[in-house]
């Protein structure tokens, strides 16, 4: 079984680009998480998507969003970054929402480095 | 507020010794709990999880945590460490009943070792 799979796994911008990241979770599992890590404040919640919509959401600026395709894949995009977006990007699947239970299997992660 | 606490950022320990990582979480009721792990270059893989029942809960590679409500603590613990285990180690909880969305991440302990 495929885990998920994040492309690009390192990409360089400079400030008030934009980005677009990509993450396809294990097959059937319809529940695709984003999350931010940096060394200083860790693992951040970015937002969470279940069939397409988006059911919960952090504490981000709204130059971060996304979106989730009916086959599940997801794409998380920051536009007008800055260099304080420079952070390991995480993706992460569970085949449901709504529980704690629910584990969560993390792809590599978007290395993004901002110039 | 709710929040995670591992009191060690960086551990060192020799190849062979045993190992133990302190997780401290601040919580009204009993949460779920999970020890996370992240080679580098590589996202977070699941050690193991605490839901409910037996207080002391096994998983991967050798790893076992205690859950002690008394101390709101999960520490993680392995007898005899090897040097793949070298990685950082994260603790995270969730209420029981919530959702993904309010995992609560430490910020994670930093384990070398020595061969």
């Known amino acids: 079984k495929a885990g998920v799979t994040q492309t690009p796994r390192y990409l360089i911008k400079t400030r008030g680009q934009q980005v677009t990241l990509s993450c396809s979770p294990i097959?059937?599992?319809?529940?695709v998480s984003w999350y931010q890590q940096t060394p200083g404040q860790g693992l951040q919640f970015l937002f969470e998507?279940?069939?397409?919509?988006?059911?919960n959401k952090g504490n981000f600026p709204g130059r971060f969003s996304g979106r989730q395709f009916s086959n599940s894949r997801s794409e998380m995009n920051v536009s007008t970054l800055e260099l304080g977006d420079s952070a390991l990007y995480l993706c992460?699947?569970?085949?449901?929402?709504?529980?704690?239970?629910?584990?969560?299997?993390f792809g590599a992660g978007s290395r993004l480095t901002v110039l | 507020a709710q929040s995670v606490t591992q009191p060690d950022i960086h551990i060192t320990v020799s190849e062979g010794a045993s190992l133990e990582l302190r997780c401290n979480y601040s919580?009204?009721?009993?949460?779920?709990l999970f020890w996370y792990v992240q080679s580098p270059g590589q996202g977070l893989q699941l050690l193991l999880k605490y839901f409910s029942g037996d207080t002391l809960v096994q998983g991967i590679k050798g790893f076992e945590a205690e859950f002690k409500r008394s101390q709101s603590s999960f520490n993680l613990r392995k007898p005899s460490v090897h040097w793949s285990d070298a990685a950082e180690y994260f603790c995270a909880v969730v209420p029981s009943g919530g959702n993904n969305r309010k995992l609560i991440w430490g910020l994670g302990t930093s384990l070398a070792v020595n061969p």
């Open positions: 998507y279940f069939s397409e919509t988006q059911r």
């Open positions: 097959s059937g599992h319809r529940s």
């Open positions: 992460a699947s569970s085949p449901r929402t709504g529980s704690g239970a629910n584990v969560l299997t």
């Open positions: 919580y009204g009721a009993t949460p779920y």
